[in-house]
């Protein structure tokens, strides 16, 4: 993102939910002090870790940023892995209008307590698998929202919030997907990100929002990958090696959603970031989206 925003003029905005959390730059791989003064960045670090925001919540404020870069003649770039707040952006949402019914989510509330997570998410993934493929099993609120909002209306949410691939979108926009041929160097970069994470000193990140009682019942910093998983470890119900490597599983099974996501945009720009086994460098990526953005 980086690298095109030099070449295109552009400034990079956060597509991560979880990037948009004060003292959480480590665990959700934000962009370093030196890398935001390469270009202009925003959306990070901008709200509390104790409060909630949605998709509708990120909508909003990261709307008007993107209006305000177009102004000033420059190209907003949208980075990150969260499928659906990018969607928030570019499509009309009818999240905030739809119906609720408190009996229905008390009875999937009921499910989560007495089922466990897994199988509420279950349910979500027999009637709207783009919404169980963009939430977090864990996320249990979210989930509920999604099922409920199914209950209530017989449409997905995917469908009820009008984010689907065929939706006319806001702003004449590319959306552009880096994808690998080779998943064993997938899960291999998996794995080296969370050990530079360990040596950048995640583990005392975390701590800090564990002791500010962040890390509790449904707030979001609980729910976010490379944090939730050092929760036994502060209980001293497992080792810091059982949890570290939780985070690279459970980091692997969230690229296994962002793909199936991704393939949701049959239009959308796929570039290879590997070739033949290797990484290929970010300019050299760089220079191919470019290029094929002036083909387009």
Same mark, same amino acid.
């Given at each position: @993102?980086?690298?095109?925003?030099?070449?295109?003029y552009?400034?990079?905005?956060?597509?991560?939910?979880?990037q948009? =959390?004060k003292?959480?730059l480590i665990?959700t791989?934000?962009?370093?002090?030196?890398?935001?003064e390469?270009?202009?960045?925003?959306?990070i $670090?901008?709200v509390?870790p104790?409060?909630?925001?949605?998709?509708? *919540?990120?909508a909003?404020?990261?709307a008007?940023? #993107?209006?305000?870069?177009?102004?000033r003649g420059?190209?907003?770039i949208?980075?990150g $892995?969260?499928?659906?707040?990018?969607d928030?952006?570019?499509y009309?949402?009818?999240?905030s209008?739809?119906?609720?019914?408190?009996?229905v989510?008390? &009875?999937?509330?009921?499910?989560a307590?007495?089922?466990?997570? *897994?199988?509420?998410h279950?349910?979500? @993934?027999?009637?709207?698998?783009?919404? &169980?493929?963009?939430?977090?099993?864990?996320?249990?609120?979210?989930?509920?929202?999604?099922?409920?909002?199914y209950e209530?209306? $017989?449409?997905?949410?995917?469908?009820?919030?009008g984010?689907?691939?065929?939706?006319?979108a806001? =702003?004449?926009?590319?959306?552009?997907?880096?994808?690998?041929?080779?998943?064993a160097?997938?899960?291999a970069?998996? *794995?080296q990100?969370?050990d530079?994470?360990?040596?950048?000193?995640l583990l005392a990140?975390v701590?800090?929002?564990y002791? @500010? $009682?962040?890390l509790?019942?449904?707030?979001?910093?609980a729910?976010a990958?490379? =944090?939730k998983e050092f929760?036994p470890?502060?209980?001293r119900?497992?080792?810091?090696?059982? #949890?570290?490597?939780?985070v690279r599983?459970n980091?692997?099974?969230?690229?296994?959603?962002?793909?199936?996501?991704?393939?949701r945009y049959?239009d959308a720009?796929?570039?290879?970031a590997?070739r033949?086994?290797?990484?290929r460098s970010?300019?050299?990526?760089?220079?191919?989206?470019?290029?094929?953005l002036c083909?387009?």
């Amino acid at each position: @993102a980086i690298a095109l925003a030099q070449r295109l003029y552009g400034e990079v905005i956060s597509n991560d939910s979880m990037q948009i =959390y004060k003292g959480m730059l480590i665990g959700t791989a934000a962009p370093t002090k030196a890398e935001m003064e390469t270009v202009p960045h925003h959306m990070i $670090g901008a709200v509390s870790p104790g409060t909630d925001f949605s998709c509708a *919540d990120y909508a909003a404020m990261a709307a008007p940023i #993107a209006d305000e870069i177009l102004s000033r003649g420059k190209l907003p770039i949208f980075c990150g $892995g969260t499928g659906l707040y990018l969607d928030a952006v570019l499509y009309e949402s009818g999240l905030s209008h739809s119906p609720g019914d408190p009996m229905v989510r008390a &009875a999937f509330e009921a499910v989560a307590l007495e089922k466990g997570a *897994d199988a509420l998410h279950q349910l979500l @993934a027999v009637v709207d698998p783009v919404s &169980a493929a963009a939430i977090h099993p864990n996320n249990v609120r979210r989930v509920i929202r999604a099922l409920e909002i199914y209950e209530t209306t $017989g449409i997905p949410k995917s469908q009820f919030d009008g984010l689907t691939p065929g939706a006319q979108a806001k =702003y004449d926009c590319t959306r552009v997907v880096l994808s690998f041929s080779s998943r064993a160097l997938v899960y291999a970069r998996i *794995d080296q990100r969370v050990d530079e994470m360990m040596e950048a000193g995640l583990l005392a990140e975390v701590e800090v929002l564990y002791k @500010a $009682g962040l890390l509790q019942g449904e707030s979001p910093a609980a729910q976010a990958i490379g =944090y939730k998983e050092f929760l036994p470890y502060f209980a001293r119900e497992c080792t810091l090696d059982a #949890a570290v490597e939780a985070v690279r599983r459970n980091t692997r099974r969230y690229a296994k959603r962002q793909i199936t996501w991704m393939r949701r945009y049959p239009d959308a720009l796929e570039v290879q970031a590997d070739r033949h086994g290797q990484m290929r460098s970010t300019g050299e990526v760089a220079e191919e989206v470019c290029q094929r953005l002036c083909m387009a």
